[in-house]
Structures are given as C-alpha cells and as structure tokens.
C-alpha cells in the first residue's frame, strides 16, 4: 500500500472489540456506515506494547466519513498515544471498483 490509496476496514478490524460499531452485524442503533479513506501517510513504527516487539508499517489515513475510527484503538485512544491514529496493514483492505452490469 502506498501514499493516496482507497482504503476501508478489513475483516481483521472489524473483529476488533475497539472497532465494533462499524462491524455490520452491530445493532442498528449503534452501527455506524462502513468508513472509507485514502492513505495520507507511510512510517515505520509499532504498534502497541503486546506481542511481538518488530517493526511494522503503519498507515494513517484520512477518512470521508465524518465519523470514521482515529485508529486502531476506535475512537477511544487509549491504548498507545504515540502511534494514536494509525493502523496496520492487516487493518485495510483495498477498496475495488464494484462492477456494474451492462443492461
């Protein structure tokens, strides 16, 4: 993934209990619209202090929903504030043309 990629939350996120409001079986009262985003920038860094003590690349990303996740930890940001609003690659997934069909 580079710099100006389309991006969204992958299945790994979504099964992340700090990002379960966009998941899609989250209850309609909470669910929150499928966010999308385009990458703003690439660094090398780790994130958070559980596993395994490697260097990753980490993405941030801005969204197009007003509402979409400030990282990896949700909304809520608690976790690791150096690395506050970044994800993994594991995180997104690249969003694709839907195809239409030619009537």
Known sequence: M????LVTLSASALNRDTLFNWRP???????????LGIIIEVSCGRIGWVGK???RAVYKIKWM???????R???HGYLNVQYKGLFYRRDLKYVSRRKVKKA
């Open 53 to 55: 003590n490697v260097d």
């Open 2 to 5: 580079k710099v100006g990629d």
């Open 73 to 75: 930890e949700g909304n």
């Open 25 to 35: 079986d989250c209850p309609e009262i909470i669910r929150k619209p499928k966010p």
């Open 65 to 71: 929903n007003p509402d979409g996740p400030k990282g």
